[in-house]
């Protein structure tokens, strides 16, 4: 226990220690000279210090009152007559943390002094909560209404007032009913009531009146609080106006639904009615056209007379489409010069021919803006629901691309959406994805052609074909499947793997000794692309060991003919990263003979086209002949493609060209199969039986 012994104690004042120690008041004493004598557990608890630490001070007092004037304060207090009266004061805790608390100081008969106290910390933090929430209600821009169990108001604060315009003194004792819209009918308050009754709250907007008859709308909460018996005694209801909340909100789907400059629906609106039209349409079964509507010269408008005159003519021709709406139909503006026109409840197809023969006069008539006369006209492409019975963001698709066909025949016209035009192109779409899932499953392959020089029997390199090993079709040519990727991304990334897998087998084969320069197909729209040179630099820079001569870009002779400066300019700079370069079908697309001056060549490819019938047929011999002379002018070495027979690698070592390709020397064949062929080709020297059978021309005459 918590207490001093020493001279200062007394037999009665010993018990009274004892008596207080374990009291859950606040008891201290003190002697005569201000030294503590007692000090039990509760301050020891609340204060922080024990009893040992008193004891050894000279001045307890000051531990809590650090302030001279304050302690002398208290100190005076002991010597008062009415001593025993409470006093209010903050001494500190041992973390310097006043604690609120009254002190009554009793006087004993020996000079001693028993002081005690009652924290008063709690009633403190309550009482600051009350005014707090004193404030809260008399500040609140929220209306706060306080009734009893019978809904008689008993109290407002200020803010419900303002809302509706009584005045406090109107309201007390009155039920909320006197605010009452009559707008809800009797269900809506017995949902309200029962709510409060079975689980003392209530929540959501209602409709009040203000004392001068306006109706407007709150958002209102409304809680029951019950008593120790568990019997509603009040009721307190907190509500806001929101009006402005809902003219805001409206004004904001109003920008959300309705094109700002025009007026009229916008996409996000469109989106709604179309779902709502074509649910009526197959409802009713009526058609439903969606029309896809796109002006004819809005753009040089815009550049000649400005955007704002463009806005002018945007707002009038929305104005006149309008103007042919009937009840049903919808015309949203989708940006820029783009309408979609919704047509509902046609009897028949054939309805919609007047009806956009008006839209297409209404566009079509001159504009005054500024003074000035402009004129545009529309193309409209049309689908028709539920004939073209897809989901809405297709039937868009559909008739933008009926626009399109609008465009291309003519303008200021419009077109139906071709149904069987839409399976070829899903039959393409479905093809397409097929091959990026055969690159992704690797199921494309290279075979390799040779290419051979008939007087000595040389390997000069090999051709690269791409080939499809189908999991169900087998092995498929290139004819097969290539136009079907002309144009797209995945005809890139094709040409990509290619020229990798070509590169990687270059290097593949110098590693077994076999040195062999690989040709590969570049199209048209591989040239052209932006990047193609840099493309083709980066990959070659991935395969250190290849020498880029080694590699051989073979490109179509049309190609040139069609973007004869562009190529030439990318083929030499193709050229100067070491590659070499041949021309491909020489002389089906009748090079003049400037291009073949232009064009950096290491090669030229005679068609097979000519190669196949030259032994029987005249013009074919002579357009060889002409190609080997052509070639040899432009000191350009010449490869026949399409040998397939000994006669006609005669006939070609005959004329001067010893270079050639085809099945008559090797099919295409895979990779690992090149190593054993080339060996056997060796071994067997066929070579020498072609020499055989012709006499060798003039050395003058042939195109190495």
């Not at 149904?419 to 393409?428: T, Y």
Request: hydrophobic residues 40%; proline residues 5%.
């Amino acid at each position: 226990m918590p207490d001093s012994g020493g001279p200062h104690d007394n037999q009665p004042f010993s018990h009274l220690k004892r008596v207080l120690a374990d009291s859950p008041l606040l008891v201290n004493g003190f002697d005569r000279q201000g030294r503590c004598i007692l000090w039990n557990h509760e301050c020891e608890r609340l204060f922080g210090w024990c009893l040992e630490e008193l004891l050894a001070h000279p001045d307890p007092l000051a531990l809590f009152y650090p302030d001279p004037e304050q302690r002398q304060a208290v100190k005076d207090t002991f010597n008062e007559q009415a001593g025993s009266c409470f006093r209010e004061w903050q001494p500190l805790t041992r973390q310097g943390r006043p604690l609120p608390s009254l002190w009554a100081n009793i006087a004993l008969p020996n000079g001693e002094l028993v002081c005690i106290g009652h924290d008063l910390s709690e009633q403190k933090r309550a009482e600051t909560q009350l005014q707090l929430a004193a404030r809260v209600f008399e500040c609140s821009y929220d209306g706060i209404m306080i009734t009893d169990a019978r809904n008689h108001i008993l109290r407002v604060n200020p803010a419900v007032s303002q809302i509706t315009g009584y005045a406090v003194e109107e309201l007390q004792g009155h039920s909320p009913a006197l605010l009452s819209s009559g707008r809800h009918d009797a269900g809506f308050y017995e949902a309200m009531w029962h709510s409060l009754k079975t689980r003392d709250h209530w929540r959501g907007e209602i409709w009040n009146r203000r004392k001068n008859g306006e109706v407007y709308p709150q958002l209102l909460a409304i809680s029951a609080l019950r008593d120790r018996q568990g019997q509603a005694s009040h009721y307190v209801a907190v509500f806001s106006d929101i009006s402005q909340l809902k003219a805001d909100t409206a004004e904001l789907e109003h920008i959300a639904q309705y094109d700002a400059l025009t007026g009229i629906p916008n996409r996000r609106l469109l989106a709604d009615r179309l779902i709502h039209a074509m649910a009526r349409a197959k409802r009713q079964g009526s058609p439903l056209a969606v029309c896809y509507l796109d002006l004819d010269g809005f753009k040089q408008i815009n550049d000649e007379h400005g955007h704002p005159a463009g806005d002018q003519l945007l707002i009038e021709i929305s104005r006149r489409l309008k103007a042919i709406l009937r009840q049903n139909d919808t015309l949203a503006r989708l940006g820029g010069d783009e309408f979609v026109l919704l047509f509902a409840e046609l009897q028949q197809e054939r309805d919609l021919d007047p009806i956009l023969t008006r839209v297409l006069d209404a566009v079509a008539g001159p504009v005054t803006i500024n003074d000035r006369q402009v004129q545009v006209s529309a193309s409209i492409g049309v689908t028709l629901y539920p004939h073209d019975n897809v989901g809405a963001d297709l039937l868009l698709q559909h008739a933008d691309q009926a626009m399109y066909q609008a465009k291309q025949g003519g303008k200021n016209r419009y077109q139906l959406y071709d149904l069987r035009q839409h399976a070829r192109q899903l039959s393409r779409h479905h093809q397409l994805q097929a091959l990026d899932q055969a690159l992704r499953n690797r199921e494309f392959v290279l075979y390799y052609q040779p290419k051979v020089d008939l007087l000595n029997g040389r390997v000069i390199g090999m051709e690269a074909l791409i080939r499809w090993q189908h999991p169900e079709r087998g092995l498929q040519v290139p004819a097969a499947f290539l136009y079907q990727l002309t144009g797209t991304r995945l005809e890139w990334k094709l040409a990509q793997w290619e020229l990798n897998s070509v590169l990687q087998q270059i290097d593949d084969w110098q590693q077994q000794g076999l040195e062999l320069a690989i040709s590969l197909n570049v199209g048209a729209d591989q040239l052209l692309l932006p990047d193609f040179v840099e493309q083709l630099a980066a990959t070659l820079r991935r395969y250190p060991r290849v020498p880029p001569a080694r590699l051989e870009l073979e490109f179509q002779e049309i190609a040139a003919i069609r973007h004869l400066e562009q190529v030439t300019r990318v083929l030499e700079r193709c050229h100067r990263l070491g590659v070499q370069i041949i021309l491909d079908d020489f002389g089906t697309g009748y090079s003049s003979l400037s291009s073949l001056r232009q064009l950096p060549l290491d090669m030229l490819k005679i068609d097979k086209s000519f190669i196949g019938d030259m032994l029987t047929n005249d013009e074919d011999l002579s357009l060889v002949n002409c190609v080997l002379y052509l070639a040899r002018t432009f000191h350009h070495p010449v490869l026949a493609e399409g040998v397939e027979s000994p006669e006609l690698g005669a006939e070609l070592l005959r004329l001067g060209c010893h270079f050639a390709q085809g099945y008559g020397i090797a099919a295409p064949m895979p990779a690992e199969q090149v190593p054993d062929w080339i060996r056997g080709w060796h071994e067997q020297a066929l070579w020498t039986d072609l020499q055989s059978r012709f006499n060798p021309p003039d050395p003058g005459l042939v195109a190495d």
